[in-house]
């Protein structure tokens, strides 16, 4: 399709993505529906949470890299239930051994436990220990443009705004914080938190965001394979309308559909 031709191609520290779609894994009812789910939405990067989940650190256990093999998707380690720069750093450090020196990674530093909401000092702390320490960042941070740019300055090679507040599923509160984040990134950003459904992701994208991640907008779906598949979808008709341009709003200026130019004389006129 030409529009896809003329898009820039989504690209996370140096590797090319076919879908702009990041899925988390937490909440599914057992790995194999997270495993459907995944697959039904097309993406190729997930995201796990180092300290709720299984890969590798608890012996014994079934492991979420049983069902999804680092050969067939780029895992995402995040350090979510984090509340400080030093635990976010030790749970990365700790994920890298586990997964073999892997260096992508998802940063989250939480200020409290009821909004979640971004600790954006404590966030800034352990952005500039993780990338001085050889790590591929991608950040969770408030929708604030001048922390954006801070962290885009400190190395970080992806900011992910909330859309609204983790789990909150209410869609993008604020476009216009941004809009402006987008103008100014010279890296990806990436939608992160807050999406309920399709048309959220779709709207993110048609913005002009260059990916949407999610996780429990699918896992608490009542059909969370059939919404992974919605979301998929969402993120690609979203991405095509920005490439191809919306018309522009006229207020109180209606234009019909069909040209009027040429138009048969009615009988008698």
Known sequence: MDMQLKDKPFE???????????????????????????DASGSQ???????????????GEPSLLDFL???????????AGCYTADDAVRTLRLARELLDGHTLVKLEVLG????????????????????????????YCSDDPIMAKQLEEIGCVAVMPLASLIG??????????L????????????????VGTASDAAIAMELG????????????????????????KAVVAGRE??????????LYSATPSSPTSGMIAAKGA
């Open 179 to 194: 809009s402006l984040i987008i103008k100014k990134a010279n890296v990806p950003v990436i939608v992160d938190a807050g």
């Open 209 to 232: 965001c260059d990916g949407v991640l999610m996780n429990t907008a699918i896992a608490a779906a009542k059909n969370p394979i059939l919404m992974g598949s919605a979301m998929g």
């Open 69 to 79: 093999p680092p050969a067939q998707f780029t895992m995402l380690p995040n350090t």
């Open 241 to 250: 309308a920005f490439l191809a341009g919306r018309m522009p709003r006229k």
């Open 112 to 139: 409290d436990p009821h909004t979640l909401y971004p600790n954006m000092i404590e966030t800034l702390a352990a952005a500039k220990t993780l990338v001085a320490d050889g790590f591929h960042v991608m950040v």
């Open 168 to 177: 909150s599923g209410m869609g993008i509160l604020n476009p216009w914080n």
């Open 12 to 38: 996370i520290a140096g590797k090319v993505y076919s879908s702009r779609l990041l899925v988390g894994t937490g909440k599914y009812k057992d790995f194999a529906e997270t495993r459907a789910a995944i």
């Open 45 to 59: 990067i997930v995201t796990v949470a180092v300290r709720r989940v299984n890969i590798g650190q608890t012996a």
